[in-house]
């Protein structure tokens, strides 16, 4: 099977986010990238059925920045036997970057038999590539899969509802599956994979090659701003009961006139 | 001059990194309060290519340098100081063998620690004789076909799981030091008596004990070297070991400095967080300081093994500063912790424990003074 997992690389989860001098972006030159953790239960999966299915090859692909190819060194040394970079700003839209995995796919010259990604980002939580690239190839695609099952050329797939029931759907291959929490635990990289994983191949493109020009951007971001800061919070001490009366007067007070909640 | 990893080494730190977070903190008070082996943490480990480190490509290892043996060291000692012991005590089992390991020795000795998980542990230190080694009673007698051991070691790390040991004793004790020689004893050897496990302040979870060799014998060929060589491979692998000792003083002191300087941004007192205090901000910057020069050190004596340069001196630098730095360090965790540190609800007065280990396992602190005169003097 050729199997692809399209991989994001983020800022790590205890990243004190910034925004950058001209507010486009965030402030990426001392980030410390990992791979999106959605991602890390695709690859995860990927390998999973790559065991199963002998003479298999698993390719990760991802569209981004080139200073740091952090996330794909991951996903090879887990396992995964090559990997494709196309070469873009980290800001790139959700379209664009569909668009980009679709040529970076057809450019592998390998008919994709199945295609895995997280099912979000944790950057931009903008859930969207994965159902943006399966209609742009046309084929068949469940978002926050928490089960997989192999049956030959179809799979069995569990996707998590409202209030904790599973809606099971049975896919033809090839198919694109996104990726949640609890279907697997992603392995560790072994440090023998870290060190094998350098010599594995990867091929890096521009956003030309894989056809993406400016034009197709569907979303521009215009500021990045951090929130507010949350004023600190009021205490009040009724514990005496003699000035129980008039502290309750007091929060009621606020309540009312400053908060506007009752 | 290059202080920067590798990309490589970067990312062996960070997955080392992630283990001991998802593997080794969680579960490190819950071993120090049982004083049970960390056996699941090791198998996994192992699985995983973090211990062993030592092992030589052509022997199945990974062909870590020694840089690189430092690096993951410091990181899983972060994790947990104990658990780490019971780790690098494997490497410290298996230097000897790389140092002075013919090469079929290397290939029955070394090979099958990368085929299958496997414990190994380093006899050296005698009830009698801990600083003054070249004094071990042990002896080690010829028996035609083979090598009779009989004597008593003490302080055993890895003792009662060991699938192999290096036991060093001596053909004759007039000889001193020029007597002492190295064998190879597989664990299970009929009369090696083990003692109970010791109920120590610190690394609980490192199995530590007496062991006792009642007319031991194994075949010639598993001597290391020939007789009267041991002193020198006990030497060599002090050069290799006391580094990767040292990584772990400085994985436990960069851990003390992690959790303080979380703790006085949280920790409010006069209407602030402590860490606003002068007085805080003083010990936090006398912690940095000690925890970057002790990283200096380690790594530097680290790459003069890599360079093939002699490291005595550096290497005894290296486990001093950062054994008693640790020690300093965690203690004054604790005292920035104030009652909570005394507590064992947060994890430092565990550090602190752990810390007074290393000043005095692998040579005291006392005892790397020596060498490093001796050194410099002679110069």
Sequence with gaps: ?262 | MNFELSIEQKEMKDMAMKFSRNELIPVAQKYDEEGTFPMEEFKKAWELGLVNTCIPAEYGGAGFSETDAVMIGETLAYGCMGINTSFMANDLALLPIKIAGTHEQKEKFLKPFTEEFKIASFCLTEPGNGSDAAGIKTSIKDGGDHWIINGEKMWITNAGYADQFVVYGTIDPTLKHKGISAVVVPGGTEGIILGKKEDKMGHRSSDTRGIRFENVKVPKENMLGAPGEGWLIAMKTLDYSRPLVASAALGGAQRALDESVKYAKERKQFGVEIAKHQAIQFMIADMSMKVEASRLLVYKAAWLVDEGQRNTEIASYAKAFASDSCMQITTDAVQLFGGYGYSKEYPVEKLMRDAKLIQIYEGTSQIQRLVIAREVLKK
Excluded: H
């Design chain 1, 1 to 262: 099977m050729n199997i692809f997992v399209c991989v994001k690389q983020v800022p790590d989860t205890e990243t004190k986010v910034q925004p950058n001098g001209d507010g486009t972006f965030i402030e990426t030159n001392a980030i410390k990238w990992i791979m999106n953790p959605y991602d890390e239960f695709a690859v995860e999966q990927a390998l999973l059925v790559k065991a199963a299915n002998a003479g298999s090859t698993v390719t990760v692909l991802r569209v981004g920045g080139v200073k740091d190819t952090e996330a794909l060194r991951t996903a090879m040394a887990m396992g995964a036997d090559e990997a494709i970079l196309v070469e873009a700003e980290d800001n790139l839209d959700s379209y664009s970057i569909a668009k980009a995995l679709k040529g970076a796919i057809e450019k592998s010259g390998k008919n994709p038999d199945l295609i895995l990604c997280g099912k979000q980002a944790i950057d931009d939580d903008c859930l969207q590539v994965p159902q943006v690239l399966a209609e742009m190839i046309s084929l068949p695609s469940v978002a926050v899969i928490v089960g997989f099952e192999q049956n030959g050329e179809s799979v069995t797939v569990k996707r998590e509802i409202e209030g904790g029931a599973l809606e099971v759907y049975e896919l033809n291959t090839p198919c694109i599956l996104a990726t949640n929490k609890g279907i697997n635990t992603p392995r560790y990289a072994s440090l023998p994979g870290i060190m094998k994983a350098k010599r594995k191949p990867l091929q890096q493109l521009s956003l030309a090659d894989v056809g993406v020009e400016a034009g197709d951007r569907r979303v521009v971001y215009s500021n990045f701003q951090l929130p507010p800061e949350k004023p600190a919070g009021k205490k009040f001490d009724a514990t005496d009961e003699a000035n129980e009366a008039s502290v309750v007067a007091e929060v009621v007070g606020l309540l009312r006139n400053e908060a506007k909640v009752i």
